[in-house]
């Protein structure tokens, strides 16, 4: 069974993500698109809240949420209690983060992060396992 991918961000990760769309689709995953689907000025909270709801009733298993700077995304995704979402610019942040975190949604910068990287970044955000153990007991304390 394939892994259920929700991806939305802004209008300046719009081009970002069109293209992560097709990657991750080619490599077998099933990706739902909150958008935005142009590259018009957007509101980020109008694509994060929908790809997270999405998470937390299970209709997704993961998130790529990116805009300009990556903190918006984060920021928003990780209002939700079942999300915890980490902004990664790099492959060992995104290693670390579901190791330690068990984090379920990968955000980005798209002006600070090239394609290529991005692909990186969420490639080993998808498959890198949580390690439980005594990061489990520290998981469990984060939601308020």
Not at 125 to 137: A, S
Request: charged share 25%; hydrophobic share 35%; glycine share 8%.
């Amino acid at each position: 069974m394939s892994k259920k991918i929700a991806i939305g961000g802004d209008h300046a990760g719009y081009y970002h993500k069109e293209k992560l769309v097709k990657w991750l689709q080619s490599e077998g995953y099933e990706v739902t698109d909150f958008g935005p689907f142009n590259a018009d000025s957007a509101d980020y909270p109008d694509f994060v809240h929908p790809a997270c709801d999405a998470i937390e009733k299970g209709d997704c298993d993961f998130g790529v949420l990116i805009c300009g700077s990556g903190q918006g995304v984060t920021i928003t995704a990780n209002k939700h209690q079942k999300i915890r979402a980490a902004l990664c610019w790099d492959t060992d942040l995104a290693a670390v983060t579901r190791q330690h975190n068990n984090s379920n949604v990968v955000c980005m910068a798209a002006r600070w992060t090239a394609y290529e990287l991005a692909e990186s970044i969420v490639k080993t955000f998808l498959n890198t396992e949580f390690e439980g153990g005594r990061h489990q007991r520290r998981v469990d304390k984060i939601s308020c």
